[in-house]
């Protein structure tokens, strides 16, 4: 051990800055990381916090040395408010039972056959979409692909029908998504048990979404089948040693993880590619071009993706530019060394896939949207490219997001071409990174190329 910190901006110039940060997170650590390279250090009541934009940084901590760093952290804790210890927030051996309970529902064959959720869905929404354009109207395209991603986890993971309940449950989402991060954000807050106007809007809005997980998970037991899907596996679970069932509430803790995370994030994504596109004609009409020429016409399906990798690349793109999990956090439980410097035992890690994916050492121009770079036989250096995060607790749906939302783009983007209805919007670093205000978008329809 060096036992020297990496170096950073002093507690004085912290202060300085505590009005700039809350306001632009994002804007903060990819020039902390200018300033200071690859490991900067600062205080927050004394606890040091060490912000890390190196690939060996990011396989020391996710991967080589993953057991010595815990999900201990403000950000995670925040979220328990709503998951609990679902896959996303819990830790140790409970997380490893349950991830390996979770990861049959994420297999291979299961995600070849997504075509078959999302597709009929995708397509109820072009149908909207068609008399949206008919009326010149102007769509939130936030919460287009909010609803339509809600009802394909509802489908895919529980083999439910959200699609009545979208529009509800995607406010009641971010409601309570935002209500954390206010709290996370302020350092005085109001206790959670009093009754102010964000309180309460915050325990209505998760009650909702407690009513209708618990309704999921009464409804398939009244069936007294478990069924095949992920809440089925779950339901019919049993621990090795005591050959017990699962408690209602882990149960619920995983559902609502994958209600929540599964869905949110892959909006999120999409939401930001249609933006990209709309700013960048060239690489749009590349996209359709391929489409065309693949599909004739006709919907995708699973099948098509391998002969569509620019439309794969354009997804892969605005997932560097717009990682939806924008920020990854650790609590080391032991003294480590990351790229030559010291982690003391109970720092924070701020790992920031925003501020990595846009460093200039390893990317070529990396604020500009190059879709091609994807292209590469090669592609990007090891550890420089985490949308999903890394190592063993990388995301166990980033095949089911990737394979969504490319079908969702290229069923969407042979039918219409979408335009900004105004200027872009300010992005909101929130739990993922969102359009303050909406994504708002005018359709026009499109003559296939022949």
Known sequence: MTGKLPPGPSDREMLSKIRSIQNDPLNFLVELSKEYGSM?????????????????????????????????????????????????????????????????????????????????????????????????????????????????????????DLSGDARALTGAVLT??????????????????????????????????????????????????????????????????????????????????????????????????????????????????????VLQGRLPTSADLPGLPYTAAVFAEALRLYPPAWLITRQALEDDEVDGFHVPRGALLVLSP??????????????????????QPEGPPRFTYIPFGAGPRICIGNQFAQVEGQLILAAAAQRFQLEMAGPPPRVEALVTLRPQGGMHMRLTARQRVR
Not at 205 to 233: C, E, N, W
Not at 262 to 291: C, D, F, K, Y
Request: glycine letters at 4%.
């Open 40 to 160: 900067a250090c600062f205080r927050v009541f004394r606890l040091p916090v060490l912000v890390v934009t190196s690939p060996e940084g990011v396989k020391r901590i996710l991967q080589d040395n993953h057991a010595a760093y815990s999900k201990n952290t403000i950000q995670y804790n925040a979220l328990k408010a709503i998951t609990g210890r679902g896959l996303l927030t819990n830790d140790g051996s409970d997380w490893l039972r349950q991830r390996r309970l979770a990861q049959p529902a994420f297999a291979r064959p299961r995600m070849q056959a997504l075509d078959q959720i999302i597709i009929p869905a995708a397509a109820t929404m072009l149908e909207r979409w068609e008399a949206a354009r008919k009326a010149q109207s102007v769509l939130d395209i936030d919460r287009e692909m909010m609803q339509l991603t809600l009802e394909v986890v509802g489908k895919a993971l529980f083999s439910i």
């Open 176 to 293: 309570t998504l935002d209500h954390i991060v206010y709290r996370a954000r302020n350092m005085v807050t109001p206790p959670a048990f009093l009754p102010t106007p964000r309180n309460l809007r915050f325990h209505r809005a998760l009650a909702a979404l407690d009513q209708a997980v618990y309704q999921m998970i009464a409804s398939r037991k009244r069936a007294g089948d478990p069924g095949d899907d992920l809440l089925g596996m779950l339901l019919a679970a049993r621990d090795a040693e005591t050959g017990q069932p699962m408690s209602e509430r882990q149960v619920r803790d995983e559902l609502m993880t994958m209600l929540v995370a599964g869905h949110e994030t892959v909006a999120s994504a999409l939401t930001w590619t249609w933006m990209l596109l709309a700013q960048n004609p060239p690489a749009r009409q590349r996209m359709q071009a391929e489409i065309d020429t």
């Open 354 to 375: 925003y501020a990595l994916q846009r460093q200039p050492a390893y990317w070529h121009e990396p604020g500009a949207f190059l879709p091609e770079r994807f292209l």
